[in-house]
């Protein structure tokens, strides 16, 4: 089992950023890659980004430039930097970890853009 803990979320302004993080405890070895998805009402979960243990990354396309994806081996956590915010970025992030063809994931966190 991997347990995943999100912190970070919060209201901003529009061209805003915040800094998501996710503690990451439990079976952690063999995690194939860890990233962060987001969810809006009335839409499906998509892709935030996502890095690998090798340290490759993948961004959505509407995020790419602007957020920045980090893990922190030592300490077991993810990050997520999201700058110049968009009131289209609003939604619960949830952190994701990927082990053994086995998602698992945080009870997430909300970020709201708005002014």
């Known amino acids: 089992q991997v347990q995943l803990v999100e912190s970070g979320g919060g209201l901003v302004q529009p061209g805003g950023s915040l800094r998501l993080s996710c503690a990451a405890s439990g079976s952690i070895f063999r995690l194939v890659a860890m990233g962060w998805y987001r969810q809006s009402p009335g839409k499906q979960r998509e892709l935030v980004a996502r890095i690998t243990s090798g340290g490759s990354t993948t961004y959505g396309d509407s995020v790419k430039g602007r957020f920045a994806i980090s893990k922190d081996n030592a300490n077991n956590a993810l990050y997520l930097q999201m700058n110049s915010l968009k009131p289209e970025d609003t939604a619960v992030y949830y952190c994701?970890?990927?082990?053994?063809?086995?998602?698992?994931w945080g009870q997430g966190t909300q970020v709201t853009v708005s002014s």
């Open positions: 994701n970890a990927l082990r053994d063809s086995v998602n698992y």
